[in-house]
């Protein structure tokens, strides 16, 4: 069950309308590490958690957090789209930061490629699901498998990519409403990965291993080729990584060696005529 409550989690309040930055905050609304994929993805694994009522909490406190953050986020793009009349928006659209991405276009071009027009055709001036080049957002971005670690480790990646993508934007505008929304979601990002990380050493504690899952019986594992990084590139260089010389996380010693195959080459039969395919050793004319 949720409750809405009416006020925003955080402040969302421009300074002025900035069509251009709308587009732009739609990436952290619907983009792959925006926060409807955060949402989903904590949400879900709550929900699927089994036996470990500690983890579930957390999940489902910080899917529930991510759901305020979209209706903040949502709410800014709306206000960013109010009273913006084309010469705003053309002024915005010749920002440094745009002019540079376009290479020096002519400003009414990069006008063009700039808006969205989707903001003023679909939704009357309001956010959509959708990324900052409008593609919808998709369930496929969401990782819930059922093994807490293996999910705190997609956490983990999730938020260190939504961090970095809200440190850009926030680098992009000098709109102090919007800098302040942004700087909360650094913040709460920073909290956010340090709490994937506890985690994920607990857990790592807990199973008694670092590789996931730990469930795996040795039997089942080329032990062989576990603990070696093979060089598939020209040169040496990756040889030179400090950690290759050292012991691996799980305390077996790390090898070094020359990628090479090891296997067979491969020689599958002829297709049965019905398949129509080229028969072996004919040429094409």
């Known amino acids: 069950m949720f409750f809405n409550k009416k006020e925003l989690a955080y402040n969302a309040i421009p300074d002025k309308p900035d069509p251009i930055m709308a587009k732009h905050l739609q990436e952290i609304i619907g983009g792959q590490f925006g926060e409807m994929s955060v949402a989903m993805q ?17 999940l489902m406190d910080t899917g529930t957090e991510e759901l305020g953050h979209i ?13 913006a009349p084309v010469t705003e928006q053309e002024k915005g659209a010749s920002h440094p ?41 998709n369930a496929g971005y969401i990782v819930a498998s059922g093994n807490l670690l293996a999910d705190m480790r997609a956490n983990l990646n999730a938020e260190s990519q939504g961090r970095l993508q809200v440190a850009r934007l926030y680098s992009m505008t000098e709109d102090k409403g919007v800098k302040d929304m942004l700087s909360f979601l650094l913040a709460r990002d920073t909290m956010h990965q340090n709490q994937w990380i ?60 020359q990628g090479k195959a090891f296997g067979e080459k491969p020689i599958l039969s002829p297709a049965p005529p019905s398949l129509h395919n080229t028969l072996p050793g004919q040429d094409m004319k």
């Open 71 to 83: 209706e903040m986020i949502a709410t800014m793009v709306a206000r960013l789209l109010e009273d």
């Open 198 to 257: 506890a985690a994920i050493k607990d857990l790592e504690e807990k199973e008694g291993g670092v590789v996931c899952p730990t469930t795996v019986p040795p039997e089942w594992e080329a032990t062989e080729h576990s603990h070696t990084l093979y060089n598939h590139s020209e040169g040496e260089d990756s040889a030179a990584l400090d950690w290759v010389k050292g012991i691996a996380p799980d305390g077996h010693p790390f090898n070094y060696a």
């Open 42 to 58: 904590y949400l879900f694994q709550g929900w699927n958690t089994r036996g470990n009522e500690k983890y579930k909490d957390l």
């Open 97 to 137: 930061v745009i002019g540079a991405i376009m290479g020096g276009q002519d400003p009414k071009d990069v006008l063009v490629q700039g808006l969205n027009p989707q903001h003023a055709i679909v939704s009357g001036l309001g956010a959509m699901p959708v990324s900052s080049v409008g593609v919808p957002w």
